[in-house]
């Protein structure tokens, strides 16, 4: 078996336990798989927010210990050749949103979001792309070499016959609207994108949601970190770069969906942008929690070197890098009460499993008299393109609804607070109301304003 994925930290996963359950073939990946120890821990009610797909179904079946049987027997044989391409494990694969509620809560952190994106890539191998994933995994594409993407996504969401079409002919779901992107891409403001050699240096990476569909929030950053005495650089591409014009992206939209040869191309772009700062032991910073677990975890796993490991060590999320940067006494915001009303915080699934919550709670107490509360939820069911796919429109909304959906409708007056792009469309979905990401906040709460 040819694996997509880097599995070698597993190399010693399970080695010399005879009862490890280790299956004959995949090699490091299995052994991945066996670090499931089958004590159902995952599979107990109440559940806190392991899970999403077992708690919305109920099914043992759809937790991460019931996939990791259907795993275990694809990798001995005993589901026959194809295994991969086959319906036992698609089924108990399917429901898996990849939000790494089991990577951080279950003992032996066991990665089904990864494991995921291996079993995709080698069913991708097998039966091909649909053109549904090719068209979402190719997003960034899109919105860069066809400008019209944007006004076809808009007059799609206001034409129900269209929506229905979609349906038919790609599979995505008609009671679904889609993200609507902004007018225009974030524009780096022309001075902040030469790379500044000294220790208040920063680095914005701008990813494709921020740029593409929410540049103000790229702007907010830059306007907070730059109002806290940073020289903030937006990540643009290298001059050497194969497509220079075209934004850099992490590749989490191709990493989703299984096609790693694609990721590891805008994987490798970025790499070479970064190659200086790397060096130089620049922090970079960015607003999208799934692009950042991308490049701090999926990437280890994509087998490009020490310089994947270093990007790893030197990227924050947003409000890491504040709280850590305020905790060290680096960085002061003069910042003023927001006006009154409580807000709602939903932490995205990815953010959670970085432990970032933390810095959110310390970067929401430094604007005065805050009154914000943190929802207990599991992944909003959003989890990029899955609560838009035809097929899993109706379970998305079942996942939302667990937590999310009734804590918000429980206090309608309140603010919303989500960093996560899926999160917010499904909130928008939901409730229809907005939510914000922090870096708007803060930048509402800046007493003077920095122009940038
Ligand atoms: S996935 Fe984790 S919690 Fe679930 S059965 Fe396996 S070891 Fe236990
Ligand atoms: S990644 Fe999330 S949805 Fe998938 S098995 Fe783990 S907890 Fe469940």
Known sequence: MKLHLDWSAYETAGQGDAYAGIPA??????????????????????????????????DVAQSPGGRVQVLKAALNGELGESAFAGKALAEAMELCVGCKGCKRECANQVDMAAIKIEYQAQRN?????????????????????????????RWRNRSSWLAKLGEVFLGISAKRKLPEPSAAPYEAPAFSTAVIKDDRAVILFVDTFSNHFEPEIAQAAHEVLSAAGYHVSTLL????????????????????????????????????????????????????????????????????????????????????????????????LDLKPLPPGKTLVHGHCHQKAVGAMKSLRKVLRMIPELDFEFIESSCCGMAGSFGLEAEHADISMQMAELDLLPALRASPDAAI????????HQIREGVERNARHVALLLRDALKEKTPC
Request: aromatic residues 4%; glycine residues 6%; proline residues 4%.
């Open 25 to 58: 073939t995949g090699g490091d990946f299995a052994k991945a798989v066996a670090v499931c120890i089958s004590d159902k821990q995952c599979q107990r009610k109440p559940k806190g927010v392991m899970c999403p797909s077992f708690r919305a179904t109920d």
């Open 125 to 153: 191998e097998k039966q091909g792309v649909s053109l549904r994933e090719r068209l979402i995994a190719d997003l960034p594409q899109q919105l860069h070499h066809h400008v019209f993407m944007r006004s076809i996504i």
């Open 237 to 332: 591409p290298a001059a050497n770069d194969d497509e220079p014009e075209r934004a850099l992206c992490c590749g989490r939209t191709y990493l989703s969906l299984g096609q790693v040869e694609q990721a590891k191309r805008e994987a490798r772009r970025m790499q070479l942008a970064l190659r200086s700062a790397l060096a130089a032991g620049t922090p970079i910073v960015g607003l999208e929690p799934s692009c950042i677990l991308s490049l701090r975890d999926d990437h280890l796993k994509l087998g490009l070197g020490d310089e994947a490991v270093a990007l790893s060590k030197q990227v924050y999320l947003f409000e890491e890098f504040i709280a850590r940067e305020h905790d060290r006494k680096r960085l002061t």
């Open 417 to 424: 607070l989500a960093n996560g792009f899926s999160c917010r």
